[in-house]
Protein backbone atom coordinates (compact mmCIF):
# COMPACT_ATOMS: atom_id res chain seq x y z
CA UNK A 1 0.00 0.00 0.00
CA UNK A 2 1.21 3.47 -1.01
CA UNK A 3 2.22 6.17 1.67
CA UNK A 4 -1.10 8.21 0.58
CA UNK A 5 -3.52 5.31 0.79
CA UNK A 6 -2.17 4.67 3.88
CA UNK A 7 -2.67 8.07 4.68
CA UNK A 8 -6.83 8.10 3.48
CA UNK A 9 -6.99 4.58 5.15
CA UNK A 10 -5.53 6.31 8.86
CA UNK A 11 -7.58 9.75 8.23
CA UNK A 12 -11.02 7.59 7.42
CA UNK A 13 -10.40 5.44 10.68
CA UNK A 14 -9.73 7.89 13.13
CA UNK A 15 -12.84 10.03 11.89
CA UNK A 16 -14.58 6.99 12.85
CA UNK A 17 -13.42 6.37 15.90
CA UNK A 18 -12.89 9.87 17.20
CA UNK A 19 -9.86 10.64 19.64
CA UNK A 20 -8.91 8.14 21.64
CA UNK A 21 -5.90 7.85 22.96
CA UNK A 22 -4.20 4.92 24.21
CA UNK A 23 -3.87 5.41 27.85
CA UNK A 24 -5.96 9.18 29.35
CA UNK A 25 -3.58 8.73 32.68
CA UNK A 26 -0.58 8.94 30.19
CA UNK A 27 -1.89 11.78 28.15
CA UNK A 28 -2.95 13.28 30.64
CA UNK A 29 0.10 13.24 32.29
CA UNK A 30 2.03 14.25 29.58
CA UNK A 31 1.24 17.89 29.69
CA UNK A 32 3.03 18.07 32.94
CA UNK A 33 6.61 17.29 32.20
CA UNK A 34 8.43 14.47 30.72
CA UNK A 35 9.23 12.34 33.91
CA UNK A 36 5.72 12.16 34.02
CA UNK A 37 5.31 10.71 31.06
CA UNK A 38 7.41 8.19 31.60
CA UNK A 39 5.98 7.34 34.91
CA UNK A 40 2.69 6.58 34.07
CA UNK A 41 3.82 4.94 31.06
CA UNK A 42 5.53 2.24 32.96
CA UNK A 43 1.78 1.86 34.95
CA UNK A 44 0.38 1.81 32.59
CA UNK A 45 1.74 -1.66 31.09
CA UNK A 46 -0.45 -5.01 31.21
CA UNK A 47 -3.06 -2.88 33.46
CA UNK A 48 -6.45 -1.77 33.01
CA UNK A 49 -6.88 2.05 32.04
CA UNK A 50 -9.33 2.56 35.08
CA UNK A 51 -6.86 1.50 37.73
CA UNK A 52 -3.68 3.45 35.85
CA UNK A 53 -5.84 6.79 35.85
CA UNK A 54 -6.09 6.29 39.65
CA UNK A 55 -2.72 5.43 41.00
CA UNK A 56 -0.90 7.19 38.51
CA UNK A 57 -1.51 10.47 39.96
CA UNK A 58 -1.54 9.42 43.27
CA UNK A 59 1.99 8.56 42.86
CA UNK A 60 3.41 12.10 41.26
CA UNK A 61 1.60 13.59 43.70
CA UNK A 62 3.89 12.40 46.29
CA UNK A 63 7.35 12.65 43.59
CA UNK A 64 6.71 14.23 39.89
CA UNK A 65 11.04 14.50 39.32
CA UNK A 66 13.01 11.67 39.59
CA UNK A 67 15.22 13.33 42.57
CA UNK A 68 11.69 13.30 44.63
CA UNK A 69 10.92 9.68 43.81
CA UNK A 70 14.46 8.82 45.04
CA UNK A 71 13.03 9.71 48.60
CA UNK A 72 11.11 6.11 48.67
CA UNK A 73 12.13 3.23 49.05
CA UNK A 74 10.97 0.03 45.92
CA UNK A 75 8.57 -1.15 48.83
CA UNK A 76 6.92 2.49 49.32
CA UNK A 77 6.55 3.07 45.68
CA UNK A 78 4.82 -0.52 45.82
CA UNK A 79 2.78 0.24 48.39
CA UNK A 80 1.48 3.52 46.49
CA UNK A 81 0.95 2.44 43.37
CA UNK A 82 -0.51 -0.56 44.19
CA UNK A 83 -3.05 -2.33 42.54
CA UNK A 84 -1.79 -1.64 39.41
CA UNK A 85 -0.68 -5.29 38.10
CA UNK A 86 2.96 -6.54 38.27
CA UNK A 87 3.36 -3.14 41.44
CA UNK A 88 6.09 -4.77 42.95
CA UNK A 89 7.94 -4.95 39.70
CA UNK A 90 7.32 -1.55 38.77
CA UNK A 91 7.98 -0.15 41.77
CA UNK A 92 11.57 -1.38 41.40
CA UNK A 93 11.53 0.08 37.79
CA UNK A 94 10.19 3.14 38.06
CA UNK A 95 12.98 4.24 41.41
CA UNK A 96 15.83 2.46 39.04
CA UNK A 97 15.00 4.59 36.11
CA UNK A 98 14.57 7.64 38.81
CA UNK A 99 18.18 6.99 39.68
CA UNK A 100 19.55 6.90 36.24
CA UNK A 101 18.04 9.92 35.24
CA UNK A 102 19.72 11.83 38.10
CA UNK A 103 22.89 10.55 38.21
CA UNK A 104 23.65 10.18 34.53
CA UNK A 105 21.16 13.08 33.19
CA UNK A 106 21.32 15.85 35.46
CA UNK A 107 17.81 14.66 36.70
CA UNK A 108 16.11 15.54 33.20
CA UNK A 109 14.62 12.64 31.00
CA UNK A 110 16.65 12.06 27.82
CA UNK A 111 14.80 13.02 24.58
CA UNK A 112 16.47 10.50 22.24
CA UNK A 113 15.12 7.00 21.61
CA UNK A 114 18.61 5.95 22.09
CA UNK A 115 18.70 7.51 25.43
CA UNK A 116 15.57 6.54 26.39
CA UNK A 117 16.05 2.66 25.96
CA UNK A 118 19.03 3.00 28.18
CA UNK A 119 16.50 3.10 31.22
CA UNK A 120 15.29 0.61 33.34
CA UNK A 121 12.39 -1.10 32.42
CA UNK A 122 11.93 0.82 29.28
CA UNK A 123 11.26 -1.07 25.84
CA UNK A 124 10.35 0.50 22.19
CA UNK A 125 7.09 0.91 22.63
CA UNK A 126 7.57 3.06 26.01
CA UNK A 127 10.24 4.92 24.62
CA UNK A 128 8.38 5.95 21.30
CA UNK A 129 5.62 6.78 23.75
CA UNK A 130 7.42 8.82 26.29
CA UNK A 131 9.17 10.21 23.11
CA UNK A 132 6.02 11.38 21.53
CA UNK A 133 3.25 12.28 24.53
CA UNK A 134 6.33 13.48 26.44
CA UNK A 135 8.57 15.54 24.10
CA UNK A 136 6.07 15.75 21.23
CA UNK A 137 9.30 14.68 18.52
CA UNK A 138 8.35 12.16 15.86
CA UNK A 139 8.16 8.04 16.86
CA UNK A 140 5.76 5.49 16.11
CA UNK A 141 4.51 3.43 18.95
CA UNK A 142 3.84 0.12 18.13
CA UNK A 143 1.56 -2.06 20.63
CA UNK A 144 -0.14 -5.40 19.41
CA UNK A 145 -3.52 -3.42 17.99
CA UNK A 146 -1.03 -1.55 16.06
CA UNK A 147 1.30 -4.37 15.07
CA UNK A 148 -2.08 -6.47 14.35
CA UNK A 149 -3.78 -4.22 12.25
CA UNK A 150 -1.10 -2.93 10.20
CA UNK A 151 -0.70 -6.70 8.66
CA UNK A 152 -4.17 -6.88 8.42
CA UNK A 153 -5.11 -3.72 6.54
CA UNK A 154 -1.85 -4.32 4.54
CA UNK A 155 0.51 -1.54 5.32
CA UNK A 156 3.02 -3.91 6.42
CA UNK A 157 3.89 -7.42 6.38
CA UNK A 158 5.60 -8.30 9.48
CA UNK A 159 6.17 -10.78 12.04
CA UNK A 160 7.39 -8.67 15.35
CA UNK A 161 6.39 -5.55 16.57
CA UNK A 162 9.94 -4.22 15.88
CA UNK A 163 9.86 -4.99 12.38
CA UNK A 164 6.61 -3.30 11.89
CA UNK A 165 7.69 -0.17 13.26
CA UNK A 166 10.59 -0.22 11.67
CA UNK A 167 9.08 -0.77 8.20
CA UNK A 168 6.75 2.45 9.40
CA UNK A 169 9.30 4.51 9.68
CA UNK A 170 10.52 3.92 5.82
CA UNK A 171 6.85 4.08 4.76
CA UNK A 172 4.21 5.77 6.47
CA UNK A 173 3.53 9.70 6.23
CA UNK A 174 5.33 11.75 9.38
CA UNK A 175 2.21 13.13 10.49
CA UNK A 176 0.80 9.85 11.35
CA UNK A 177 3.54 8.95 13.55
CA UNK A 178 2.44 10.09 16.44
CA UNK A 179 -1.77 9.46 16.09
CA UNK A 180 -1.24 5.82 14.62
CA UNK A 181 -0.84 4.46 17.71
CA UNK A 182 -4.14 5.82 19.58
CA UNK A 183 -6.32 5.85 15.94
CA UNK A 184 -5.47 1.80 15.98
CA UNK A 185 -5.73 1.35 19.53
CA UNK A 186 -9.20 2.68 19.35
CA UNK A 187 -10.14 0.65 16.65
CA UNK A 188 -8.94 -2.33 17.50
CA UNK A 189 -10.48 -2.83 20.99
CA UNK A 190 -14.12 -1.97 19.65
CA UNK A 191 -14.05 -2.76 15.85
CA UNK A 192 -11.16 -4.55 14.24
CA UNK A 193 -10.84 -7.16 17.06
CA UNK A 194 -8.26 -9.84 16.89
CA UNK A 195 -11.28 -12.44 16.39
CA UNK A 196 -14.55 -12.01 14.14
CA UNK A 197 -13.99 -8.23 13.19
CA UNK A 198 -17.12 -5.93 12.47
CA UNK A 199 -16.06 -5.99 8.35
CA UNK A 200 -19.94 -5.78 8.03
CA UNK A 201 -19.43 -2.16 9.11
CA UNK A 202 -15.77 -1.44 9.23
CA UNK A 203 -15.58 2.21 7.21
CA UNK A 204 -12.52 0.82 5.25
CA UNK A 205 -13.50 -2.73 4.39
CA UNK A 206 -12.93 -2.12 0.84
CA UNK A 207 -9.53 -0.70 0.85
CA UNK A 208 -8.60 -3.70 3.43
CA UNK A 209 -6.77 -6.76 2.98
CA UNK A 210 -8.06 -8.40 5.28
CA UNK A 211 -5.15 -10.48 6.03
CA UNK A 212 -5.27 -13.74 8.42
CA UNK A 213 -9.53 -12.59 8.74
CA UNK A 214 -10.95 -15.94 8.81
CA UNK A 215 -14.32 -15.54 10.50
CA UNK A 216 -15.93 -11.98 10.40
CA UNK A 217 -18.97 -10.08 11.26
Excluded at 43 to 66: F, G, H, I, K, N
Excluded at 97 to 104: L, N, V
Excluded at 117 to 132: E, P
Aim: charged share 25%; net charge positive.
Amino acid sequence: MTPEKMSEVLATISEFVGQSPDDLAVTKASRKSPYATLVSTILSLRCRDEVTQVVTPRLLALADTAEKMLVFSDGEIADIIYPTSFYRRKAVAIRKASKQIFEEHGGRVPDTLEGLLSLFGVGRKSANLILTLGFGKPGICVDTHVHRISNRLGFVKTKTPEQTEAFLRKVLPERWWIDINGVLIAFGRAHCTPISPKCSTCPVRKKCGRVGVEQSR
